[in-house]
């Protein structure tokens, strides 16, 4: 059984930093690529970032491209999202899942960026 892990995030002003991490465990790491998604309350789901499994190509959706970078840890089984130069627009529960999401969601962690 997947398991998916996410922590790191937390309450920072606007402009901060965050590192959010997901470890997951129970499937072979290197399969698949892994993405990144947050969900703002009231609204849908939404893909963030993914990174290949193959040569580490990292993708990101225009809203946060030039502030979030996507990177893994093979060995450690585990994805991290630095977040840059937040926005309260960027508030929401951070996800990480299979890219496209196949498996079941984990809890997330919360990232809440004040103006």
């Known amino acids: 059984e997947v398991q998916l892990v996410e922590s790191g995030g937390g309450l920072v002003q606007t402009g901060g930093s965050l590192i959010l991490s997901c470890t997951v465990s129970?499937?072979?790491?290197?399969?698949?690529?892994i993405g990144w998604f947050r969900q703002a309350s009231g609204t849908e789901r939404e893909g963030v970032s993914c990174i290949s499994t193959t040569d580490g190509s990292t993708y990101y959706a225009d809203s946060v491209k030039g502030r979030f970078t996507m990177s893994r840890d093979n060995a450690k089984e585990t994805v991290y999202l630095q977040m840059n130069s937040l926005k309260p627009e960027d508030t929401a529960v951070y996800y990480c899942?299979?890219?496209?999401?196949?498996?079941?969601w984990g809890q997330g962690t919360l990232v809440t960026v004040s103006s």
């Open positions: 899942n299979r890219n496209p999401p196949n498996w079941s």
């Open positions: 129970g499937f072979n790491y290197d399969d698949y690529a």
